[in-house]
């Protein structure tokens, strides 16, 4: 699709702009785009088919242009925040005047002020909004949000699909801001795991709309969302990291398998903080694959393309490497239909039978849709064409840079079940369990967690809450801590089931108190006891004291279960605001939500 220049008003960069963004857009972002021209044209010609020239214009008075843009960022574990800050930059290049800030830092009486807003948030949980971006999201779901009739916005949602409410926070967000009176600048676009062609599209709609609606001109610029390290290790450039010790942290006799794992970083010039994870790119299980492809009676070799630069890989290494298949999804099972004969599949996708579906697709894999649903007459790349990219597993760094130069240390929880009749497996923690020797090499890349730090003064006292695996970062902390000769007061809440088969780290953590460096440990082994003890239970224990240092200032973390361990924790943090500072239930919940805006509640949950 090409846009003649003889009589447009746009000059030649504006339309090389449009030109790079109209061959990638739908049918239904193409008519949005001309509904929207249409609307805020101010001449009675409308942009016509791309073919034609445009009609002259009547001269008008030019408006007054606005060039600034405001991105706000709702993240849990850095995503976001990294797109909004790769988007910053490429809008940067483009002239505007830019303010990026995360949602818990904005003043939202501010939106008053704001011409255009851009948001990209992520959804938690069971479509709750991150931490970071609850404040902001409560303001403007609630009465004092302000009519916004001169706001022109647009969101970019994340998300995962194998969740129910996949992309609900972004959602809302757009819903809401059309409510309020706001116009979008460019239609929400909804990500799955593997967000970057998605973003890509949506910052280049963005670009076009900001350059229309502000009357610019500016030199071209990629639109493509990339990683703007000094390294050129990347999530879509991989290191392969050497495995230099592979260790079951489990004693004998333990219910559990958790696997300490250190790897090089040697020549990678990676850079991480305490904070941070370290994403790999797993491989399935083969003999999974194997199933799949005999159910289907494909062939192993022959070639798919994997991806949208054309590259072809034989369909066993495309079904080890490249796709999900562990995972089920309503989009997945809908694509599915459409290869599938299998009248019980389309009843099961009806609107009404959605408890089914979520009972159906929990716990099951694509061998099981193709075994209950085939026979299924797709070809092999109509098969990979309805899977989605196979994402890489994060797991947060157990191990500080300065205490291990060129390694990073991993806690990994091994996960094997049986249900519907056969076992499963964890896709990355049996692979390391099972297939990693050292010397293997695994593809990883740094993931950034802005929202998970240590405090930049040392002397900040802070309190850790992590049982189980959840204990990963606090290692990490403690090291950084130790080696930099931080003074802050320092507290450990762990628990998991048996003292003497699954303390992780256990010498370390009772060095560290003896040398100083922890000030106080607390454990909870919640099996070693006829009642069941969890970290919430000492912290109950220790209320007065826990009190007395949030008062001081302390930061609180807390790392693991999301579902159970982080909510009857939050649940204990309020009883400890009512109990011991005096305050009703609404003053402890302003309270908790004044600890995240100053970066004092911090949680890295899954």
């Avoid at 030109?19 to 010609?45: C, D, H, K, M």
């Avoid at 704001?114 to 709750?128: A, W």
């Avoid at 090499?441 to 740094?446: D, I, Q």
Wanted: glycine share 6%; proline share 4%; aromatic share 8%.
């Amino acid at each position: 699709m090409t846009l003649q220049v003889t009589n447009s008003p746009f000059s030649e960069e504006q339309v090389e702009l449009l030109n790079r963004l109209l061959p990638n857009i739908t049918e239904a972002q193409q008519n949005w785009l001309s509904g929207y021209l249409t609307a805020v044209s101010t001449a009675t010609s409308p942009l016509i088919a791309a073919d034609v020239a445009v009609l002259d214009r009547p001269a008008v008075e030019a408006p007054t242009v606005v060039k600034e843009v405001t991105i706000l960022y709702g993240s849990q574990t850095g995503n976001g925040q990294g797109i909004a800050e790769q988007v910053a930059a490429k809008l940067k290049e483009q002239s505007f005047d830019v303010t990026i800030q995360s949602m818990s830092d904005f003043k939202p009486n501010t939106l008053k002020k704001l011409e255009h807003l851009l948001l990209v948030v992520s959804t938690h949980g069971e479509g709750d909004p991150p931490d970071t971006a609850l404040p902001f999201y409560e303001f403007l779901h609630g009465r004092r949000a302000p009519k916004l009739d001169h706001l022109h916005y647009s969101v970019l949602a994340l998300g995962d699909s194998s969740y129910e409410f996949f992309c609900k926070t972004g959602a809302d967000f757009d819903q809401r801001l059309t409510e309020l009176g706001a116009t979008p600048l460019a239609p929400r676009v909804d990500c799955d795991l593997d967000y970057d062609e998605p973003a890509a599209q949506w910052l280049a709609a963005v670009e076009v709309a900001l350059q229309i609606h502000t009357g610019g001109q500016t030199a071209t610029s990629s639109v493509a969302v990339e990683s703007t390290s000094s390294t050129p290790y990347s999530r879509t450039n991989p290191f392969q990291a050497e495995v230099l010790e592979n260790i079951n942290l489990n004693g004998r006799g333990s219910n559990k398998e958790t696997r300490h794992l250190e790897l090089s970083l040697e020549g990678s010039g990676l850079h991480y903080e305490p904070g941070d994870s370290l994403g790999i790119f797993p491989e399935n299980n083969s003999e999974l694959v194997d199933k799949i492809i005999s159910s289907g009676s494909w062939n192993a070799e022959e070639t798919v393309e994997i991806n949208s630069k054309g590259e072809r890989r034989a369909l066993r290494v495309a079904l080890l490497n490249h796709f999900e298949i562990t995972v089920l999804t309503k989009p997945l099972l809908e694509k599915l239909s459409n290869y599938s004969e299998s009248e019980s599949l389309k009843q099961l996708l009806t609107s009404d039978r959605a408890d089914e579906l979520r009972t159906y697709i929990e716990g099951r894999d694509l061998f099981d849709a193709l075994t209950d649903f085939g026979p299924v007459s797709a070809s092999e790349q109509q098969l990979v064409s309805i899977l989605r990219k196979l994402p890489a597993r994060l797991y947060s760094i157990a191990s500080s840079l300065q205490a291990n130069p060129d390694e990073v240390h991993l806690t990994i929880g091994v996960v094997r079940y049986e249900t519907h009749g056969r076992t499963r497996q964890g896709v990355c923690s049996v692979q390391c369990a099972e297939h990693l020797q050292p010397g293997d090499t695994l593809p990883v890349y740094v993931h950034k967690n802005e929202n998970f730090r240590l405090p930049s003064n040392s002397e900040t006292p802070i309190i850790m809450i992590g049982p189980g695996t959840g204990i990963a970062p606090f290692r990490s902390f403690i090291e950084e801590r130790s080696e930099t000769g931080a003074e802050g007061k320092s507290w450990l809440f762990f628990g998991d089931q048996h003292y003497v088969t699954d303390f992780y780290y256990q010498t370390e953590w009772q060095n560290y108190v003896k040398d100083g460096v922890l000030t106080r440990l607390d454990v909870a082994f919640s099996r070693d006891t006829e009642e069941k003890v969890y970290v919430q239970h000492r912290m109950k224990e220790s209320s007065q004291e826990l009190y007395q240092w949030i008062e001081d200032g302390a930061v609180i973390y807390v790392c693991g279960d999301e579902q159970n361990m982080a909510k009857d924790v939050h649940a204990t943090l309020l009883e400890i605001l009512q109990q011991e500072g005096g305050k009703s239930l609404e003053e402890a919940e302003q309270f908790m939500t004044q600890l995240i805006q100053e970066k004092r509640y911090q949680r890295d949950v899954y």
